[in-house]
């Protein structure tokens, strides 16, 4: 896996977890403090800073067995049933088709 592979597939990770992280301890406004205009869902204290970190560190756990996976690959992907098989004996050579006739040559 090569760096910039890496750093991509760490910054899909980071999103898809925050996407995940977002909604937890998030304390809805009291009826008394909402204000017109105000979502009653939003939450009083948003713990972005919390956030961030949680998933800051989730990701990167994540990404080390991503990483671990695709650099060891302690399962090959010819043993996932639903994936193509890439291994050479599937590979057959491909001979090319003969050219086709044009009329009157």
């Not at 009826?31 to 713990?47: K, N, S």
């Not at 090959?76 to 050579?93: A, G, H």
């Amino acid at each position: 896996m090569s760096w910039f592979a890496g750093i991509a597939i760490y910054f899909v990770i980071w999103w898809i977890t925050l996407l995940a992280v977002l909604p937890f301890r998030g304390n809805p406004v009291a009826e008394e403090d909402l204000r017109e205009g105000h979502d009653p869902g939003a939450p009083a204290r948003t713990l972005l800073l919390w956030k961030v970190i949680a998933t800051t560190i989730i990701a990167g756990i994540l990404w080390c067995i991503v990483a671990w996976v695709m650099i060891y690959q302690p399962i090959s992907y010819d043993d996932i049933p639903f994936m193509p098989k890439f291994s050479p004996e599937y590979n057959e050579p491909v001979t090319p088709a003969a050219p086709a006739q044009q009329p009157g040559n």
